[in-house]
């Protein structure tokens, strides 16, 4: 049995699930089901991995980037494996209230499944119940180019690939194929996003806005160091998408509990943050947690929570009209919790 990082009350927990919300953090391979991988080897996943457990903590980021691959990539060996993945992790996220989830898988793991890209980027798209806008993110590593520059090439024209993000240790040499690549990408039609923020510290923040051109931060919480900085991605409307309980289980500096994280002081100085989970399989947590999580310890307010949940929804890769129709369906929400409006649809106290 999980044991649950954060619980609340049965009315709080009914309306998070309820708050109309996203998920645009969310690894597919990073959240491989427990039982998917426990029909495969019964005895090696009988009880829960240990890094399950509320307390646990990872010793660096490259300790949890072997247990990736020990864990979960060997999975993923053909499009069927992807879909049976894809199925459980996106029920999950409806059944949380997601109205629109944004997964990345590792591109250069399809070098080792059977199926092609396109393929693969299907099977997982036929998974999403229904109701559930799914879009689909390639991730790749700081040096993937040299041994895999074919099929990043090739991603930018697969139709259902919605973008591109840079993942892996973040402390890597940057390369500069990304700085042409990720240009290529938007002139395609893909967004872009890049990890930044988590393990480096603001500068690099500002080099990836300034060489990437990405308006879509993952992390990025180390960029409270800078004051400018923040300022910055405030005047500019660039997206952080948090995921709090990772940055607790994997020590990200500054960040010795729950209480200290920088999502509170980064709300309030009026950058758009949305509200996320990473990787579930390795740390064991649920959506709503991170909801639990910033009430209970970051002292957000419904209200507050829900502007969260409404800057997921801005962001959202959807036409105009299902996009209105989503704002509607939050705002119809928003009004029925006698939530505080002008904290609910205010830019998070915009500064300067
Ligand atoms: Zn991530």
Same mark, same amino acid.
């Given at each position: ?97 997601? &109205?629109? =989830? /944004? ?6 793991? $399809? %070098? ?27 991730g790749m590593?700081h ?20 973008g591109i993000d840079l993942h892996?240790?973040e402390?890597?040499?940057m390369e500069t194929w990304s700085i042409d690549l990720w240009r290529r990408a938007r002139?395609?039609?893909k967004m872009t996003k890049a990890h930044a923020g ?6 690099f923040v500002r080099w990836i806005l300034d060489n990437l051109g990405v308006r879509r931060i993952e992390?990025g919480? &180390?960029? =409270? /160091? ?6 910055? $991605? %405030?005047?500019?409307?660039i ?114």
């Amino acid at each position: 049995m999980r044991i649950p990082h954060y619980t609340a009350s049965a009315d709080f927990t009914r309306f998070v699930r309820a708050l109309p919300k996203t998920e645009t953090h969310l690894h597919l391979e990073g959240s491989t089901p427990l039982e998917l991988l426990r029909e495969l080897e019964p005895d090696r996943f009988r009880t829960p991995p240990p890094f399950w457990q509320p307390g646990f903590r990872y010793d660096s980021f490259d300790q949890f980037m072997g247990l990736y691959d020990e864990y979960c990539m060997d999975f993923y060996r053909s499009a069927q494996r992807y879909h049976d993945a894809a199925k459980i992790v996106l029920a999950t996220c409806a059944e949380q209230g997601c &109205r629109y =989830v /944004e997964t990345s898988i590792h591109l250069p793991g $399809l %070098a080792a499944a059977n199926d092609s890209g396109p393929e693969v980027l299907a099977a997982i798209r036929e998974a999403a119940p229904a109701g559930l806008e799914v879009r689909i993110f390639a991730g790749m590593c700081h040096n993937d180019y040299a041994a895999h520059g074919p099929l990043i090439e090739a991603a930018l024209g697969w139709k259902d690939l919605a973008g591109i993000d840079l993942h892996g240790p973040e402390y890597w040499r940057m390369e500069t194929w990304s700085i042409d690549l990720w240009r290529r990408a938007r002139d395609a039609g893909k967004m872009t996003k890049a990890h930044a923020g988590e393990f480096m510290p603001a500068p690099f923040v500002r080099w990836i806005l300034d060489n990437l051109g990405v308006r879509r931060i993952e992390h990025g919480v &180390r960029s =409270v /160091e800078d004051p400018e900085l923040v300022r910055l $991605l %405030a005047r500019e409307r660039i997206t952080l998408d948090i995921c709090p309980i990772s940055n607790v289980k994997l020590a990200v500096q500054g960040i010795g509990s729950m209480a200290e994280h920088p999502i509170r002081a980064l709300f309030d100085a009026g950058v758009p943050v949305t509200l996320n989970s990473d990787d579930t399989f390795f740390f064991g947590n649920r959506l709503e947690e991170e909801y639990f999580a910033l009430h209970q310890e970051l002292r957000f307010t419904r209200s507050e929570l829900a502007r969260i949940a409404l800057n997921g929804i801005e962001i959202a890769l959807l036409d105009p009209d299902r996009k209105q129709a989503l704002k509607a369906e939050w705002k119809a929400f928003a009004e029925a919790e006698s939530l505080d409006l002008s904290v609910a649809e205010g830019s998070n106290r915009l500064v300067g």
